[in-house]
């Protein structure tokens, strides 16, 4: 499997961006897709996820203001963050899992800069 991130930025508080990860290859194996982000100095962590099935689970930090998305047809999951903050800034990346291999799959990561 092969996830492609994009779509980061730079932009101010208070403003949106949307963040596209791609994926190609054995995308039947995968069973859950996330965003994590790592900002400067401190450790990965989960923004976002979905299933296969479209349920959908959160970090506190983005309950309300992000939106994590799926189109099947386009084989690409999606990040709308919104009411950005400077704490927002960092390192976003997408990953996939499978359960039957207990595989992680991680893309790239696109840079997400958020100003006051």
């Known amino acids: 499997v092969q996830l492609q991130a994009s779509g980061g930025g730079l932009v101010q508080a208070g403003g949106s961006l949307r963040l596209s990860c791609a994926a190609s290859?054995?995308?039947?194996?995968?069973?859950?897709f996330g965003w994590y982000r790592q900002a400067p100095g401190k450790q990965r962590e989960l923004v976002a996820a979905i299933t296969r099935g479209g349920s959908t689970d959160y970090a506190d930090s983005a309950k309300g203001r992000f939106t994590i998305s799926r189109d099947s047809a386009k084989n690409t999951v999606y990040l709308h963050m919104n009411s950005l903050k400077p704490e927002d800034t960092a390192v976003y990346s997408c990953?996939?899992?499978?359960?039957?291999?207990?595989?992680?799959?991680w893309g790239q990561g696109t840079q997400v800069t958020v100003s006051s």
């Open positions: 990953n996939a899992f499978s359960y039957n291999s207990a595989r992680a799959y």
């Open positions: 290859g054995s995308i039947f194996t995968i069973n859950v």
